[in-house]
C-alpha cells in the first residue's frame, strides 16, 4: 500500500483478515479497488480503497480495507508533509 499511494500521500487507515493458511508454494496476489473518494473532515482529499490478496485458484485469503489522505489537484499542503511536521 505505502509503494503505491507514494511518498506524499499519508495512509490513515489499514485493516486486514486473515481467513486461510497460505503455504510457501502459493502464488498470492494482491489487489485493491477504489471504492470511494471524498474529502475529510481536515480538508484532506480522501480514497476509500477495498483490497484482497488471492492465491493461484481464485480464493480470497485475506480480504481488507484500506483509507489514505492524498494531495488533490492544484495547490494545497501535502498530507504526508503536513503530518511530518514539514508545513507549519
Known sequence: ????????????????EYRWFVYHFDVVRLRGTVTGTRIGTDGDHVADISTEAVKQLGEVVMPGRAVIARPGRGAGPRPAARRAGMLP
Open 1 to 16: 500500500m505505502t509503494h503505491w499511494v507514494g511518498d506524499h500521500a499519508w495512509i490513515t487507515e489499514v485493516r486486514a
